[in-house]
């Protein structure tokens, strides 16, 4: 056999089975047209290359792309977590902005959850995540206090950490909890890893983890109209034994068979407190308008308690982990603007507004200071440097009116990084240096201070006044030190309203060429 340019050596049948020549494989949707049985087990491989493969049956096909496809539920697919900054998204972006969208997919898929603002509703929130999952509380239902409440979620009293509907088989793995108002005192929400208490129960008490993933236990729900049951163990594992799943309910769980409490119930027991752990717990309040949307086979949702007498109401729903996942897949098919297309949306964009107390905007003013960069013959890195220092200032969670208004936004670090998706350290780090350039040169230039512009002078201040001689030395040090006093020389000539500024188009194939990944 001749085997040119495939690896590893793949077995004969499982190459015949998944042949990707059009006779095997249908072009127009990429189904498979054979089924196991249409393979001889004996069939061997004649020749072998990338684009060819000729079977001892005689077939001529192609070899499969080999996807390795693996399970995204299993915890090795998921970021677990202790007490992290919820990730938060915002509705009227998620609507708008694909990567936003690709953001918030993502969070629930990997973190396990993500907590959103500004939603209008929980249904139309459900139908940006997927479908809704009907069941017989309704497409939605109401979290307030009842008069005869059939659940203790439409009471006052807190709830411990738990998933919803561990008697429902199959279980919805996506719940929505919308908030319509909560003035109430308490009312606060918590949510813990499941999957993260049951990899520390598993290190820590591992005969109690065997015992949960082994044990069915009942989970059962019954009102006048619906009679619920289903049985799993706590903790559901994958054919290799890898967590995928967790059910936990204080409130629904059914008596386990009495021969198998001894083991049970310390088990039990040790997850529990696992999981009520409070250092586990991410807390946050839900007020109006806000949606949490988590994975309901790994998250753990709990509240604290309330008066029955406060304005307190949620609505929640159901949905589904695939819709996601499938959400977020197809979304990865955009193409992702390239470097030169996002920064020119920029200049276009958020660059157009005013520029700190400057008669300049934004662009108008790194526009400046390109051109005094190129007429000065600074090379083209330096140039795009000079062009795109700033841009920290709206690509950052701080805005640069923060920086003015006393808190120091690091737009230099900020933006450094950000260009880091595409540019070498020729452009970023004159960028990041480029204010610690305006406080060393105050420390060794004293005319300097005196050219500054007064937002100069102001923003000068919150980012730490002049240098002291410890860090003059360090920053002598720095490779990229000298480029950046040079940047910041241009940066302080390009605030002139007078001057005419190039296009960002002048310099789109200088920064193009810049363009490393
Ligand atoms: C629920 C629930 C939490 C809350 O309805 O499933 O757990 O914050 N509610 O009221
Ligand atoms: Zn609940």
């Known amino acids: 056999m001749r085997q040119t340019d495939v690896r590893p050596s793949p077995n004969a049948v499982w190459l015949r089975d998944n042949c990707a020549c059009p006779q ?33 049956d005689g077939h001529v096909g192609v070899p499969p792309e080999v996807t390795p496809y693996a399970d995204d539920r299993i915890e090795d697919a998921k970021d677990l977590w202790a007490r992290i900054d919820p990730p938060c998204g915002d509705w009227a972006a998620f609507e708008t902005d694909p990567a936003h969208r690709e953001f918030c997919l993502d969070a629930v898929l990997r973190v396990g959850f993500v907590l959103l603002r500004g939603v209008p509703d929980v249904l139309t929130a459900a139908a940006g995540f997927g479908y809704v999952r009907e ?14 409440p059939v659940n203790l979620a439409f009471t006052g009293l807190p709830i411990t950490p738990h998933t919803d509907n561990p008697y429902r088989d199959p279980v919805p793995t996506v719940q929505l909890l919308h908030c319509l108002s909560n003035a109430v005192e308490g009312g606060d929400s918590g949510l813990v890893d499941g999957f993260h208490a049951a990899a520390l129960l598993r290190a820590e008490d591992p005969a109690a983890f065997a015992t949960l993933t082994s044990t069915p236990v009942t989970f059962r729900y019954a009102d006048s109209g619906a009679e619920l ?25 059914q008596p386990v068979r009495p021969e198998e ?3 049970f119930y310390p088990a039990y027991r040790a997850f529990a407190e696992i999981l009520y752990r409070p250092e586990l717990q991410v807390t946050f309040r839900l007020g109006p308008g806000d949606c949490v949307v988590f994975d309901n086979t790994r998250v753990l949702h709990a509240r604290t308690g309330f008066a029955d007498t406060g304005d307190r109401h949620l609505q929640g729903c159901y949905a589904d982990l695939d819709a996601i996942a499938s959400g977020l897949a197809v979304l990865r098919r955009r193409p992702v603007p390239g470097a030169v297309d996002t920064l020119r949306a ?9 520029y700190l107390g400057e008669d300049v905007t934004q662009a108008v003013h790194m526009l400046q200071t390109a051109a005094c960069a190129k007429a000065a013959g600074a090379p083209p890195a330096l ?10 200032h709206f690509t950052g969670e701080i805005t640069g009116h923060d920086l003015m208004a006393g808190t120091d936004n690091r737009h230099s670090h900020v933006g450094a990084d950000w260009l880091g998706r595409w540019f070498g350290p020729a452009v970023t780090e004159p960028i990041r240096l480029h204010v610690a350039a305006k406080r060393y040169l105050c420390a060794v230039d004293p005319a300097y201070y005196e050219v500054l512009s007064e937002a100069s002078k102001h923003t000068l201040r919150v980012q730490g006044g002049p240098m002291d001689a410890a860090e003059v030395a360090a920053f002598e040090a720095e490779p990229y030190g000298r480029d950046a006093v040079r940047l910041r020389r241009w940066d302080d000539e390009g605030k002139d309203p007078a001057r005419p500024a190039p296009a960002f188009d002048d310099f789109a194939p200088l920064l193009a060429s810049l363009v490393e990944r």
């Open 24 to 56: 095997c494989r249908d072009p127009r949707n990429g189904q498979k047209l054979r089924s196991v049985t249409d393979t001889d087990p004996g069939v061997r491989v004649v020749e072998l290359t990338a684009a060819k493969v000729v079977f001892s």
């Open 135 to 148: 069941t017989n509380y309704g497409r939605l239902f109401d979290v307030r206090v009842e008069a005869t």
């Open 229 to 253: 049951t289903a049985t799993r163990p706590m903790i559901g594992l994958d054919p290799r034994g890898r967590i995928r799943e967790v059910r936990f309910n204080n409130r629904s769980l």
């Open 261 to 263: 409490a001894d083991a």
């Open 346 to 354: 920029l200049f276009a964009g958020p660059g157009t507004a005013d």
């Open 383 to 392: 140039v795009a440097a000079a062009l795109l220092h700033d841009v920290g």
